[in-house]
C-alpha cells in the first residue's frame, strides 16, 4: 500500500557514481562493501539505506548514489571514505519484499500517476532495508514528490 509522509533521514554513507543501467549490480556491491566497514559507524540505527540520484531524462546516463546505515544523530568524527547526509522532504512510500523491487517501484509510480502526483527530481530517491530473521528482507522505497 502506497503512502505519503514527511520524513527525514540521516546517514552515515560512502558515495558512489555508476551508470544507471549497471544500478543493479552495482548498488548492491556498494552495500557489501560498506557493511565491511559499517562497524566503524557511530549512532548507527542498525538500519541500511541507499540515496539515488534521479534520473533526469534519457541523456542522463550516470548518477550518483550512497550507501551506508541510518543514524540517529550526526556523529563527531566519521570513518574515513564516509560522510553524513541528511535529507527532509515529502515522500510517496511503499514496503515489500526486497526480491519485488521491481514490482515496488512499478506499483508506487502507477500509483503517483493516478493520484496526480509528480516525483521531485531535486531529491534523492532512497530505500530503506529491514532486516528479517529467517525470511526475505523488507524494503521500503520513498520517493520525493513536489507538495
Given at each position: 500500500?502506497?503512502?505519503?509522509?514527511?520524513?527525514?533521514?540521516?546517514?552515515?554513507?560512502?558515495?558512489?557514481?555508476g551508470l544507471f543501467k549497471d544500478y543493479?549490480?552495482?548498488?548492491?556491491?556498494?552495500?557489501?562493501?560498506?557493511?565491511?566497514?559499517?562497524?566503524?559507524?557511530?549512532?548507527?540505527?542498525?538500519?541500511?539505506?541507499?540515496?539515488?540520484?534521479?534520473?533526469?531524462?534519457?541523456?542522463?546516463?550516470?548518477?550518483?548514489?550512497?550507501?551506508?546505515?541510518?543514524?540517529?544523530?550526526?556523529?563527531?568524527?566519521?570513518?574515513?571514505?564516509?560522510?553524513?547526509?541528511?535529507?527532509?522532504?515529502?515522500?510517496?512510500?511503499?514496503?515489500?519484499?526486497?526480491?519485488?523491487?521491481?514490482?515496488?517501484?512499478?506499483?508506487?509510480?502507477?500509483?503517483?500517476?493516478?493520484?496526480?502526483?509528480?516525483?521531485?527530481?531535486?531529491?534523492?530517491?532512497?530505500?530503506?532495508?529491514?532486516?528479517?530473521?529467517?525470511?526475505?528482507?523488507?524494503?521500503?522505497?520513498?520517493?520525493?514528490?513536489?507538495?
Amino acid at each position: 500500500m502506497c503512502k505519503v509522509a514527511s520524513k527525514e533521514f540521516k546517514a552515515v554513507v560512502i558515495r558512489n557514481n555508476g551508470l544507471f543501467k549497471d544500478y543493479a549490480r552495482l548498488v548492491p556491491e556498494a552495500a557489501q562493501a560498506f557493511l565491511m566497514q559499517g562497524h566503524l559507524v557511530q549512532n548507527s540505527s542498525g538500519l541500511e539505506v541507499a540515496f539515488y540520484e534521479p534520473k533526469r531524462g534519457e541523456d542522463h546516463l550516470e548518477g550518483t548514489f550512497f550507501t551506508g546505515y541510518l543514524v540517529h544523530e550526526q556523529a563527531e568524527t566519521l570513518p574515513d571514505g564516509m560522510e553524513y547526509i541528511e535529507a527532509a522532504h515529502t515522500y510517496a512510500s511503499i514496503r515489500g519484499k526486497t526480491g519485488e523491487m521491481g514490482d515496488l517501484y512499478t506499483r508506487l509510480n502507477h500509483w503517483l500517476s493516478e493520484n496526480d502526483r509528480q516525483q521531485s527530481i531535486n531529491q534523492y530517491i532512497i530505500e530503506v532495508y529491514y532486516p528479517a530473521a529467517n525470511e526475505e528482507e523488507e524494503a521500503e522505497v520513498f520517493i520525493p514528490i513536489n507538495d
